[in-house]
């Protein structure tokens, strides 16, 4: 969607109504991770990232390290962070 808002609700509504174990969470997350990276609006990839942490699986950390290494915005990176963390709690 053109507009910001909208791609910010859909994120938070992706993260509130998928379960991890859907048959669609891998292409979810995909999508997810391109708004990380490519999206110019600030709130949809925090958004972004907090879905990721969510529904996302041990083997979307290196998405989010990908992300991290281009993200300058302070609190996405602290987000991107907390997101890797609660990912690796998955794994074990």
């Not at 053109?2 to 509130?16: L, T």
């Not at 950390?61 to 915005?73: K, Q």
């Amino acid at each position: 969607d053109n507009d910001a808002q909208v791609r910010r609700r859909a994120c938070a509504a992706v993260a509130a109504c998928m379960s991890p174990e859907h048959y669609t969470v891998v292409t979810a997350v995909e999508k997810l991770g391109h708004l990380v990276v490519q999206d110019e609006n600030a709130g949809v990839r925090l958004e972004a990232v907090r879905a990721i942490a969510v529904i996302g699986a041990p083997a979307d950390i290196p998405r989010l390290e990908t992300a991290l290494s281009s993200e300058l915005n302070r609190e996405i990176r602290e987000e991107i962070n907390r997101a890797i963390a609660k990912l690796q709690a998955k794994n074990g």
